[in-house]
């Protein structure tokens, strides 16, 4: 490092220049981060993100399946009794889906040991869900899958 006033070249530790006096304002040097640290945020926002999108078509369909009964002819008794069924057994499969990605994204928020299998499992299961399931299973598994980023991960969640 050199002074900004006189140019002389000055140690790391010292706090003035040795030659002219002036006081030291050196930049502080940053710690470099991972690609888990700068990316584990990001990540859990858009999961819970797609949690919250996921009980949209959840609530619907459970919506639906209540008052579906109304709209069927009273001559088609079958589809009068299935019809609530399946639209409540669709909205359901969706809720858990949604409950999930929200638990994953604050459990990788908050840096939970248990988090980040079930996010990697979520992930590879968003991948057969194009566009944007494919897009966040991929990013999933890149920021969490590395050489040492399992190691990571759980020293972060010691810490935390």
Known sequence: ???NQCGTQVRPGDSVCPKCGKAANWPATGFAQTRLERHLHTLAILW???GALFLIPSV???VLGSVVHVAVP???QLARTLGPVVLYLLGSSLLIVAAGGICVG??????RPWARVT????GVLALFHPPFGTALG???LWVLFGDDQGVQYRSMARAA
């Open 1 to 3: 490092m050199f002074c």
């Open 48 to 50: 819970m993100v797609v």
């Open 60 to 62: 619907v369909l459970m």
């Open 74 to 76: 009273g001559t088609e």
């Open 106 to 111: 604050w459990g990788l928020m908050q840096h």
């Open 119 to 122: 996010a990697l499992i979520l």
């Open 138 to 140: 991929i990013y999933t």
